[in-house]
């Protein structure tokens, strides 16, 4: 599994921009729209219900679901626009379950024969609609079928599976209709003359070799129905800002800063001198990262900015605590059996809550209201005081947990998994953010250490839980700082992963901070990429592992950048633990 905060938007600009991308403007209310959709899903879904129901082997459950998108892309570097697109698309998905709930044509590896998916008329012309799903469910029940034979045959030459669950959950079919489009609007000329003026900031700085800014405003209409009842129609939204910056050290070393800011409404994005003043900061770490000397591995005390906390739990925790994770003899199951057992320190516990829209006046991305199975969104408490009580469900079952908690998730023409929404991280172990450093420093020092470190700032990471593989986890950091205990100015390094193994790195934390901090972006897996959202405060490790990060040999550019500013300059900040020092010998410039 990845997450990174830069997927999300170049996820969407290739898709988005493929071949299947359609332009077009709606001609009925999204009202009208959305009933001549959901009853032409209906009719089709029954009929074929009724056909394939007589056939050997039969269905015994079926569900479409279609996606409608629409928005605006646009995409600039260095005062000039490199794409502005706007766009319209239909994405239809067929599932179909063959054999019965205990056993199906989705057991085990064969789950991705459960769904088939392709393109969906973008009018209203019911005639075209059906055709379209009628022939997606043809494929989908011949490959559903023969899935299932090979299921059968299997599971009578296989020793008997550790998890002997069934392969889908009943779940109450749900009857929600929305049909209400976001209202917001974003003005594609607008943004096109803004995306011209942020990215012509780059200009100024000869030590940026790329750089982009993008905007994207996407409206999506889910519809989802099955033989079970269900009937669900709900609205959503992708408003995201990025920003993105790339040079290279000396040694060959790419360096990478990316910002993002998201909201429900482009009002909610920053204006233009915070983003004038970002770019001049993601300048200044760059040019400082370029000087920065490489550090080496270390395993040490080690603090973490809440960002970065927060994608160190999504990583390393989180992905464990979703439930098809828990089943299957690939799986390392690292918590399968720690029910009611202590698997953190006692002050921290940990939710998961899609149900909820912001932290902190921060929207959070991994908000919806219904799951990609038609179940609705709950709030779980994962762990509570340290102890594990639940997991992330989709309607696959694993034993112990028999009903889905709202967390089905997947990409568009994928089966849903039990995914991470908003995982948010609360402590009752804390201590104010300015005395957060020196904790640290207490820590060096009682250890004999010759520094620390700390984590400002964080790419993504990614984890491996299969056990064919180490049981081990890889977080990439953009910011590392050592910090000295007799007093010598902070010293920022440059690549530096941090790794290790889960159940050994999550039990060495040993205070938080008090300020929660949010981290955004797109985590992909099985199931494909979806928007997540994570939440920790600043978190002390008494111990935290590192090594050196591999990197490109490929030298700079050697002619300079034609046409630039040799007078601009850019400087420091202060994080809120004091860890940036405007007397850092490797941090120049004015103050944010």
Not at 134 to 145: K, P
Not at 182 to 193: G, N, Y
Not at 307 to 315: D, G, K, P, Y
Not at 520 to 536: H, I, K, Q
Request: glycine share 8%; charged share 25%.
């Amino acid at each position: 599994m990845k997450t990174y905060r830069r997927s999300l938007a170049l996820g969407l600009v290739l898709s988005l921009c493929s071949p299947s991308t359609v332009r077009g403007t709606e001609r009925t209310t999204a009202h009208t729209s959305g009933e001549v959709l959901l009853a032409t899903m209906q009719r089709e879904l029954q009929r074929a219900q009724a056909k394939l129901g007589q056939l050997d082997p039969a269905p015994y459950f079926a569900s479409y679901s279609v996606y409608d998108q629409q928005g605006t892309v646009v995409v600039g570097a260095l005062g000039s626009l490199l794409n502005s697109t706007q766009f319209r698309r239909r994405t239809g998905e067929v599932t179909i379950r063959v054999g019965s709930a205990g056993l199906d044509n989705t057991h085990q590896e064969s789950r991705p024969s459960g769904m088939r998916s392709g393109l969906v008329p973008l009018e209203d012309d019911p005639d075209a609609v059906a055709r379209v799903l009628w022939q997606l469910t043809y494929e989908e029940y011949r490959q559903a079928a023969q899935s299932y034979l090979n299921v059968k045959t299997a599971a009578a030459v296989r020793t008997q599976e550790e998890d002997t669950s069934a392969d889908f959950a009943e779940a109450k079919p749900e009857v929600h209709v929305d049909y209400a489009m976001p209202a917001f609007h974003l003005d594609r000329k607008e943004w096109e003359d803004r995306v011209r003026r942020y990215s012509s900031n780059f200009r100024k700085y000869p030590e940026i070799y790329s750089s982009a800014v993008m905007v994207i405003g996407e409206k999506t209409q889910v519809r989802f129905v099955s033989t079970a009842g269900a009937q669900v129609a709900t609205p959503g939204t992708i408003i995201r800002l990025m920003i993105e910056a790339e040079t290279r050290a000396d040694d060959g070393m790419e360096l990478l800063r990316v910002e993002t800011f998201q909201a429900t409404t482009p009002d909610g994005l920053p204006g233009e001198a915070e983003i004038a003043a970002k770019i001049a900061q993601m300048a200044s770490d760059l040019k400082a990262l370029r000087a920065a000397p490489t550090a080496e591995p270390f395993d040490g005390p080690a603090l973490l900015s809440g960002r970065a906390a927060a994608v160190f739990f999504h990583e390393v925790l989180g992905h464990r605590l979703e439930g098809h994770r828990q089943r299957g003899d690939q799986e390392g199951q690292t918590f399968t059996k720690k029910i009611n057992e202590q698997v953190l320190p006692q002050f921290l516990s940990v939710i998961d809550d899609p149900t909820q829209r912001s932290l902190n006046g921060m929207d959070l991305g991994g908000w919806y209201k219904y799951d990609d199975e038609g179940v609705p969104a709950q709030r779980v408490e994962v762990i509570k005081d340290g102890i594990l009580r639940n997991f992330l469900m989709s309607r696959m079952p694993i034993k112990g947990f028999s009903q889905s908690n709202g967390h089905g998730r997947a990409q568009a023409g994928l089966m849903a998994t039990g995914r991470q929404g908003n995982l948010i991280v609360s402590s009752s172990h804390t201590a104010k953010d300015s005395e957060m450093r020196q904790k640290l420093i207490d820590e060096i020092k009682k250890q004999g250490k010759p520094y620390g470190l700390y984590f400002e700032d964080i790419e993504g990471g990614f984890t491996l839980t299969t056990r064919s593989l180490p049981q081990s986890f890889q977080i990439l950091p953009v910011l590392v700082w050592k910090v000295y205990p007799d007093g010598r100015p902070n010293e920022l390094v440059r690549g530096v992963d941090i790794v290790g193994t889960p159940l050994a790195a999550l039990n060495r934390i040993e205070v938080t901070g008090e300020k929660t901090e949010v981290f955004n972006g797109v985590c992909g897996a099985e199931s494909g990429s979806v928007p997540v959202s994570a939440a920790a405060p600043a978190m002390l490790f008494s111990e935290m592992e590192v090594q050196k990060r591999a990197h490109s040999r490929v030298r700079p550019p050697i002619l300079p950048p034609p046409s630039w500013d040799k007078t601009a300059a850019v400087g420091p900040r202060t994080s809120d633990f004091g860890l940036r020092e405007s007397d850092s010998p490797s941090a120049t410039g004015e103050q944010r």
